[in-house]
């Protein structure tokens, strides 16, 4: 289950984009204030909570929950593909959604990824960063 997990840093990352959906995992610190770097699962309610509601916790969720959240709350998508023309490798792609139309952006060059555990990740980052981005141009 924990390599449906998404890490501390990224879900650092969302918990600053304000990220707060229920998790039933989460990132706690441990008794030198650092958050632990593994998730913890949540035992006391049967299906999560906001982790990110307390300073000493960062929820965890899920990469469907992070990509989901993007979709509804920043209208980004982003899917990662295998190429076959090269061996199996994975690239991303980023969709952005306007106004009911569907528009493609893909960054490039494509990026190519052994896995796509990679390909993933490398997703989630570029999403954090388009939001980071338009957080700090709002500003």
């Known amino acids: 289950m924990q390599k449906e997990i998404i890490l501390y840093p990224e879900a650092f990352e969302l918990k600053q984009l304000g990220f707060d959906d229920v998790c039933i995992y989460h990132y706690k610190k441990n008794d030198e204030g650092e ?15 906001n982790h990110n509601i307390l300073d000493s916790r960062v929820s965890a969720p899920t990469y469907s929950q ?38 493609t ?3 490039g060059p494509f990026e190519m990824y052994k896995s796509y555990e990679e390909a993933e990740l490398a997703s989630l980052r570029n999403l954090i960063k388009i939001v980071k981005e338009q957080t700090n141009g709002k500003q």
């Open 35 to 49: 958050h632990t770097s593994h998730p913890t699962f949540e035992m006391l309610t049967p299906f999560g909570k």
């Open 66 to 103: 992070a990509f989901r959240w993007f979709r509804n709350e920043h209208n980004l998508d982003s899917e990662v593909y295998m190429n076959h023309e090269y061996g199996v490798k994975f690239y991303s792609k980023l969709i952005l959604k306007l106004e009911g139309s569907v528009v």
């Open 105 to 107: 952006h893909v960054p």
